[in-house]
């Protein structure tokens, strides 16, 4: 019986920024419907990771695929079409302060996908109502509250139709009565079989999301597993350190 192939597969990606190193020798696979979780401390390669796969960072070395297909980071029109399908969410919005939340979605539909505006328009009325926005599709950025904006911005990706979904730290620049909003987004995208990799510091709600957790450091994944294995049962005394100092910081919090 022939191995079922990941929808993303990243192999062997290595990335430095001057004579720092950031990345040395990253792999992973993510198939269809899966949930997998990045962790580790900051300046770990998480984010660089994140921003390699999107192509929004050179890498210096290493492949990514899509369903089996190599992506070629030279070719723009690949690439373009690549991004339609790999849809990333980032810690600071990234919205277009001009537009209102109906037009920041619209925007890639009109300019990416050559959707005509009524089309357009119907699909970002039903995605920002998807994650609650429907009565506030006419506000700009500067009257949205924080987990109001990351809303949109998710909505923006989803209606581009990915079939991946890249999350950085979506909660960290959150008041933390704003991040439950952010996660019960999340939470209906996993039930919808949405396929994530993300990357963040909030272990309880990785634990209940994840199928498997990347431990991250030294810009290398140190060890991976279940959520229970790597929160509780590590092997590696790094990996153990991390998760003890993170959870006692999360229980501190509630």
């Given at each position: 019986?022939?191995?079922?192939?990941?929808?993303?597969?990243?192999?062997?990606?290595?990335?430095?920024?001057?004579?720092?190193?950031?990345?040395?020798?990253?792999?992973?696979?993510?198939?269809?419907?899966?949930?997998?979780?990045?962790?580790?401390?900051?300046?770990?390669?998480?984010?660089?990771?994140?921003?390699?796969?999107?192509?929004?960072?050179?890498?210096?070395?290493?492949?990514?695929?899509?369903?089996?297909?190599?992506?070629?980071?030279?070719?723009?029109?690949?690439?373009?079409?690549?991004?339609?399908?790999?849809?990333?969410?980032?810690?600071?919005?990234?919205?277009?302060?001009?537009?209102?939340?109906?037009?920041?979605?619209?925007?890639?539909?009109?300019?990416?996908?050559?959707?005509?505006?009524?089309?357009?328009?119907?699909?970002?009325?039903?995605?920002?109502?998807?994650?609650?926005?429907?009565?506030?599709?006419?506000?700009?950025?500067?009257?949205?509250?924080?987990?109001?904006?990351?809303?949109?911005?998710?909505?923006?990706?989803?209606?581009?139709?990915?079939?991946?979904?890249?999350?950085?730290?979506?909660?960290?620049?959150?008041?933390?009565?704003?991040?439950?909003?952010?996660?019960?987004v999340i939470r209906a995208m996993a039930a919808l079989g949405m396929t994530m990799l993300l990357v963040t510091h909030e272990i309880g709600f990785a634990s209940t999301l994840a199928k498997e957790i990347y431990f991250m450091d030294g810009g290398r994944i140190l060890e991976q597993g279940p959520p229970q294995k790597i929160l509780f049962d590590a092997e590696q005394a790094r990996t153990r350190e991390f998760c003890s100092k993170?959870?006692?910081?999360?229980?501190?919090?509630?």
């Amino acid at each position: 019986m022939a191995e079922k192939v990941p929808v993303l597969s990243v192999q062997d990606v290595h990335k430095q920024f001057g004579d720092t190193p950031v990345l040395n020798g990253v792999s992973l696979d993510l198939f269809r419907g899966d949930i997998k979780v990045v962790i580790g401390p900051s300046g770990g390669g998480k984010s660089t990771l994140l921003h390699c796969i999107n192509f929004l960072v050179k890498m210096d070395a290493g492949n990514i695929y899509l369903n089996d297909t190599r992506i070629d980071q030279s070719r723009k029109r690949e690439l373009y079409a690549y991004r339609q399908k790999v849809g990333m969410i980032f810690q600071d919005f990234n919205l277009f302060d001009h537009l209102d939340a109906l037009h920041n979605v619209m925007i890639g539909l009109v300019q990416v996908r050559k959707l005509p505006r009524s089309e357009a328009r119907q699909r970002a009325e039903a995605e920002l109502e998807r994650v609650g926005l429907k009565d506030h599709m006419a506000k700009y950025p500067a009257e949205l509250s924080g987990g109001q904006k990351q809303r949109v911005s998710i909505a923006r990706a989803l209606a581009m139709e990915p079939e991946v979904m890249l999350l950085d730290e979506p909660t960290s620049a959150l008041d933390p009565e704003l991040i439950g909003e952010v996660h019960e987004v999340i939470r209906a995208m996993a039930a919808l079989g949405m396929t994530m990799l993300l990357v963040t510091h909030e272990i309880g709600f990785a634990s209940t999301l994840a199928k498997e957790i990347y431990f991250m450091d030294g810009g290398r994944i140190l060890e991976q597993g279940p959520p229970q294995k790597i929160l509780f049962d590590a092997e590696q005394a790094r990996t153990r350190e991390f998760c003890s100092k993170i959870g006692r910081l999360n229980e501190n919090s509630d």
